[in-house]
């Protein structure tokens, strides 16, 4: 008999977390999922996590807080700077000093103590293109790391990390957590969410979350603020 294989999932609140936490369940692996408080703005997305945590099939959730302050600079942590409601060519004020390596790395220490084989991270096509630690080859090297890193990795069994959307555009994402029965009404993408989780509509998360879901031909249940028709949005987009 074959025991389950236990996972960290990385989860946000977001819609590609989300997907990585169902893709991890539908392969039968009991999840742990990990979000961290770090200061960002959107703080609705650490309550959204809670609760795909529990909607979605995890086992338990845990919420790690950080200091605040290794995270300055970034607006997604400092209300002051503006966040960008265009893509960028270069990387963006929403990139956030170094968070996939402080996060795989809590998240490698989690899985030793939970016993895990796994950790599971949402990055995708889309990030890559601007966050540097998004990268397949980032999360390539991490793994490496990873296996030097820690006693289950001396003893011949590293940590996988497993990132099941890196080559997924936004619309094949939605698609396959469409398909494993996602309610994505559940998910906060937008980096201004008003204090009820309600979406923007304008930032640039909330413009790519919805190119997402007209390329996937799905339509978009985002919670909106009231302003925001969605039927104005696919002129936005
Ligand atoms: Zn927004």
Same mark, same amino acid.
């Given at each position: 008999m074959t025991t389950a294989v236990r996972a960290i999932i990385l989860l946000s609140g977001g819609m590609d977390s989300a997907t990585c936490l169902s893709i991890a369940r539908s392969q039968q692996r009991i999840c742990h999922t990990l979000a961290f408080d770090y200061g960002q703005r959107h703080r609705q997305e650490l309550s959204a996590a809670q609760q795909l945590s529990q909607v979605l099939g995890a086992s338990d959730h845990r919420l790690i807080t950080l200091d605040t302050a290794a995270f300055a600079g970034s607006a997604l942590t400092d209300p002051s700077i503006a966040l960008p409601t265009t893509p960028s060519e270069s990387i963006p004020a929403t990139y956030v000093p170094a968070r996939n390596t402080v996060f795989l790395a809590m998240a490698l220490a989690y899985a030793e103590v939970r016993a895990a084989e796994e950790i599971w991270i949402g990055v995708n096509a889309i990030d890559y293109s601007g966050y540097p630690d998004c990268r397949p080859e980032f999360i390539d090297a991490f793994a490496r790391m990873a296996a030097l890193a820690n006693r289950t990795g001396i003893a011949g069994q590293p940590i996988r990390i497993v990132a099941?959307?890196?080559? #997924?555009?936004k619309a094949e994402i939605i698609r396959q957590g469409t398909r494993l029965g996602i309610d994505y009404s559940l998910t906060i993408s937008c980096?201004? *969410?008003?204090?009820?989780?309600? *979406?923007?509509?304008? #930032?640039d998360a909330c413009r790519l979350r919805h190119q997402g879901f007209v390329d996937a031909t799905i339509a978009d249940n985002t919670r909106y603020?009231?302003?925001?028709p969605v039927n104005s949005l696919n002129g936005m987009v």
């Amino acid at each position: 008999m074959t025991t389950a294989v236990r996972a960290i999932i990385l989860l946000s609140g977001g819609m590609d977390s989300a997907t990585c936490l169902s893709i991890a369940r539908s392969q039968q692996r009991i999840c742990h999922t990990l979000a961290f408080d770090y200061g960002q703005r959107h703080r609705q997305e650490l309550s959204a996590a809670q609760q795909l945590s529990q909607v979605l099939g995890a086992s338990d959730h845990r919420l790690i807080t950080l200091d605040t302050a290794a995270f300055a600079g970034s607006a997604l942590t400092d209300p002051s700077i503006a966040l960008p409601t265009t893509p960028s060519e270069s990387i963006p004020a929403t990139y956030v000093p170094a968070r996939n390596t402080v996060f795989l790395a809590m998240a490698l220490a989690y899985a030793e103590v939970r016993a895990a084989e796994e950790i599971w991270i949402g990055v995708n096509a889309i990030d890559y293109s601007g966050y540097p630690d998004c990268r397949p080859e980032f999360i390539d090297a991490f793994a490496r790391m990873a296996a030097l890193a820690n006693r289950t990795g001396i003893a011949g069994q590293p940590i996988r990390i497993v990132a099941p959307l890196q080559h #997924c555009s936004k619309a094949e994402i939605i698609r396959q957590g469409t398909r494993l029965g996602i309610d994505y009404s559940l998910t906060i993408s937008c980096y201004q *969410a008003d204090s009820q989780g309600l *979406a923007c509509g304008q #930032c640039d998360a909330c413009r790519l979350r919805h190119q997402g879901f007209v390329d996937a031909t799905i339509a978009d249940n985002t919670r909106y603020l009231p302003s925001v028709p969605v039927n104005s949005l696919n002129g936005m987009v």
